[in-house]
């Protein structure tokens, strides 16, 4: 993100946007160094989005919020994201049907689902976040003017 000016969660959405690409790749590979790839590039992708919200997340409180906020996302995070990952997964791989499709089909298009609506809700968060940072830069230079 400091590439990119602080404009953490734009990068977190690019991010995400390949872990559905990376997904794919994954879930259609048929070469086993296709399989080594794409789950190395997985695990490189995931950390990205997982810190980024994190700082975003503590990026629009207060200073003396920060403790809070930063408990209350990962308490809700560890709830919901971890429940999915463990119950839901399984879940789905078992034959639960999800978007009429169950087994592993099904299991890729719910990630890929989650994917996409962590990059609607990202997109939220960059927006405001862009607008910050522009707030930011033209209070900077009304006080150096």
Not at 92 to 102: E, H, K, S
Not at 120 to 128: G, N
Request: hydrophobic content about 55%.
């Amino acid at each position: 993100s400091d590439l990119a000016n602080g404009r953490r969660a734009l990068v977190a959405c690019i991010a995400l946007a390949l872990i559905i690409a990376t997904l794919g790749v994954y879930q259609h590979a048929s070469n086993q160094y296709v399989y080594l790839a794409s789950l190395f590039a997985l695990g490189f992708l995931v950390f990205g989005p997982q810190l980024l919200i994190g700082v975003a997340a503590v990026g629009f409180v207060p200073k003396k919020a920060i403790g809070a906020a930063d408990g209350i996302k990962g308490t809700f995070a560890y709830l919901i994201g971890d429940s999915f990952a463990k119950l839901g997964l399984g879940m789905i791989a078992d034959g639960t049907p999800v978007f009429g499709l169950t087994g592993w089909a099904g299991t890729f298009a719910a990630l890929d689902a989650a994917a996409v609506g962590c990059i609607c809700l990202m997109a939220i968060v960059a927006i405001f976040e862009e607008r910050k940072i522009r707030r930011e830069k033209k209070n900077r230079i009304l006080q150096t003017a």
